[in-house]
């Protein structure tokens, strides 16, 4: 079992960056692969990214694909979240969930979430 925490969220402007980090506890970390979802306000929850256990393979929702970017870093059990150019439409509660096998984008294959971040961006 992995417990994950997620911290990075903020207000910020359209077209700034920003670095959402999602801290895992428990055991085997790097046997994990990781993803970050995200939901706005009366909108269904929505696939941003997942890295595979190693780190070697990513996927991209069509929204985000060039401008965010997801890492790991399985020394520290924490995946990061690098977000450039934001737009008022990435407004959401940010949330990081965690599976033992396969990259998907479905959601409800991750057995394990974090509480989630909030993140606004303003026009």
């Known amino acids: 079992q992995v417990q994950l925490v997620e911290s990075g969220g903020g207000l910020v402007q359209a077209g700034d960056s920003l670095r959402l980090s999602c801290a895992a506890s428990g055991r085997s970390f790097s046997s994990y692969v990781m993803a970050w979802f995200r939901q706005a306000p009366g909108k269904e929850r929505e696939f941003v990214t997942a890295?595979?256990?190693?780190?070697?393979?990513?996927i991209y929702g069509d929204s985000v694909k060039g401008r965010f970017t997801i890492s790991r870093d399985n020394s520290k059990n924490t995946v990061y979240l690098q977000m450039n150019s934001l737009k008022p439409e990435d407004t959401a509660v940010y949330s990081c969930?965690?599976?033992?096998?396969?990259?998907?984008?479905?959601?409800?294959?991750?057995?394990?979430w974090g509480q989630g971040t909030q993140v606004t961006v303003s026009s």
């Open positions: 969930a965690a599976r033992l096998t396969g990259l998907t984008r479905a959601p409800q294959l991750y057995p394990y």
């Open positions: 890295i595979s256990a190693g780190g070697g393979s990513t």
